[in-house]
Nanobody, 121 residues
Framework: QVQLVESGGGLVQAGGSLRLSCAAS????????MGWYRQAPGKQRELLAA???????NYADSVKGRFTISRDNAKNTMYLQMNSLKPEDTAVYYC???????????????WGQGTLVTVSS
């Protein structure tokens, strides 16, 4: 069994910064593409940023230049540095891994439980 656990959410004022973490646990051999998503009340979940196992990244236009995705493969952990936060960034933030390989089997589309980010104006 594998698990993704997000942390680092909270309340921040507009213009502030937060750093989210997503830690994968289990007998992990490798993790393919990882990504950060968010879902605001009444809206669909949207992809914000993704990073491959070798560090290639891409970003949604809404966060490009403000958010930075990174990962530490040795720690099976992914990060999202969020700067210049706006009230419209308020949402539950989720991490995802499209494929996690363990010694025993591969798991596809693994999601974390989410962490709430609230940006006050």
């Amino acid at each position: 069994q594998v698990q993704l656990v997000e942390s680092g959410g909270g309340l921040v004022q507009a213009g502030g910064s937060l750093r989210l973490s997503c830690a994968a646990s289990g007998s992990i051999f490798s993790i393919n593409v990882m990504g950060w998503y968010r879902q605001a009340p009444g809206k669909q979940r949207e992809l914000l940023a993704a990073i491959t196992s070798v560090g290639s990244t891409n970003y949604a236009d809404s966060v490009k230049g403000r958010f930075t995705i990174s990962r530490d493969n040795a720690k099976n952990t992914m990060y999202l540095q969020m700067n210049s936060l706006k009230p419209e960034d308020t949402a539950v933030y989720y991490c995802n891994a499209d494929r996690i390989a363990t010694v025993f089997r591969a798991y596809r589309e693994v999601w974390g439980q989410g962490t709430l980010v609230t940006v006050s104006s």
